[in-house]
Nanobody, 124 residues
Framework: QEQLVESGGGSVQAGGSLRLSCAAS????????MGWFRQAPGKEREGVAV???????VTAESVKGRFTISQDNAKNTLYLQMNSLKPEDTAMYYC??????????????????WGQGTQVTVSS
């Protein structure tokens, strides 16, 4: 069982930046991918960015050029640097981990473990 804890959310004005962190507990030798997903009220969950165990990245078009996913394996931590934030980025952001290579895409249904989420609110 892998436990994920997100932090770093908050309220910012449009154009601002936030850095989300996701700390994973223990060592999951089967982990192949980690990713960030978000869900706004009344909307479906969407994939933001994922990174696999060898560092390959997939980023959603809606955030490409503004958001950057990274991981620090020594710290067992996943990050999401969010720049040039827009009001439409307002959502609950979730960290997820998967034990299968086939999960290294922007599809939340393929992920095995989820954090509790951290709220990001962007005002205009």
């Amino acid at each position: 069982q892998e436990q994920l804890v997100e932090s770093g959310g908050g309220s910012v004005q449009a154009g601002g930046s936030l850095r989300l962190s996701c700390a994973a507990s223990g060592y999951n030798y089967r982990r192949r991918c980690m990713g960030w997903f978000r869900q706004a009220p009344g909307k479906e969950r969407e994939g933001v960015a994922v990174i696999d165990a060898v560092g390959r990245i997939v980023t959603a078009e809606s955030v490409k050029g503004r958001f950057t996913i990274s991981q620090d394996n020594a710290k067992n931590t996943l990050y999401l640097q969010m720049n040039s934030l827009k009001p439409e980025d307002t959502a609950m952001y979730y960290c997820a981990a998967a034990n299968s290579w086939s999960a290294c895409v922007l599809m939340g249904s393929r992920y095995d473990y989820w954090g509790q989420g951290t709220q990001v609110t962007v005002s205009s």
